[in-house]
């Protein structure tokens, strides 16, 4: 049976940027001729973003663009952990709406898995050809400092802990997420660890991390207190 991969997206007022990275990622997987679908995450985003997601649908199918509207803003691992229950596919893309994670990073996701039967493919922006575009002094010591610390604490094999551009196993991912604590900004740092310590087969791929075009980045004060509290 041909593979298929089902893209998590978590929107919180992402009206502007969703069109153009669910038309991106439709244009990519039709041209490699691969299937898919899109589970959007809508967290009950005042500027209309569930309206958006409902135009998507209609205009690439409810096959392709599937929607789980949620009541309020819940934290980026719950609604991958939702979203989750609704992928059909076996395999699992998490990456932002904002247009940070650029959908031609995908190829080279896929490649990488398939060399060595990778059970989790994670983007980095601190390897070799990885890189951050548009983030002022402030974010990229945040990152760097967030990364750092984890690294010194855990010890762990990858390069970018706080990284949300993944592709994932989804027998894997489902296996992960029984254990999984964290809900916020920690959970991208506790699921790569989490599978480290399970002995899963784990790749990096260097991406390009753009800044969001359009809105405003959702890690605030609460997200970076959350981040140091589930370092220990």
């Given amino acids: 049976m041909p593979d298929k991969y089902s893209v998590i997206l978590p929107t919180y007022n992402e ?8 038309w991106m990622l439709n244009k990519y997987f039709t041209q490699e001729n691969l299937s898919y679908e899109i ?7 005042p500027d209309g973003t569930l309206h958006v997601a409902k135009r998507m649908q209609q205009i690439f199918g409810e096959s392709k663009v599937i929607i789980l509207s949620r009541p ?16 059909t596919g076996n395999f699992v893309l998490l990456m932002d709406a904002d247009m940070s994670h650029h959908p031609r ?20 922006r601190y390897a070799n050809g990885g890189g951050i575009a548009g983030w002022d002094m402030k974010r990229v ?3 760097r400092g ?27 991912l489902e296996d992960l ?10 959970f991208q740092m506790e699921v790569i660890v989490r599978a480290q310590l399970k002995g899963y087969k784990i790749a990096e791929v260097p991406i390009v991390f753009v800044d969001r075009i359009y809105g405003e980045s959702k890690l ?5 207190v959350s981040y140091l509290r589930g370092l220990w």
């Fill in 105 to 124: 990073h995908i190829a080279e996701f896929i490649r990488k898995q398939k060399e060595s039967d990778y059970d989790v493919v994670t983007g980095t």
């Fill in 39 to 45: 589970v959007i995450v809508e967290d009950n985003s």
């Fill in 146 to 172: 967030a990364n750092l610390l984890a690294n010194i604490l855990m010890n762990p094999d990858v390069s970018d802990l706080t990284g949300s551009f993944r592709l994932y196993k989804k027998k894997v």
């Fill in 15 to 22: 009206k502007d940027n969703l069109p153009l990275i669910v």
């Fill in 72 to 87: 309020e803003k819940l934290g980026l691992g719950s609604a991958y952990i939702d979203g989750l229950k609704k992928c």
């Fill in 177 to 186: 997420m029984q254990s999984v604590r964290g809900r916020t900004y920690v």
């Fill in 220 to 224: 605030g004060a609460n997200e970076i």
């Fill in 141 to 143: 010591i945040t990152s």
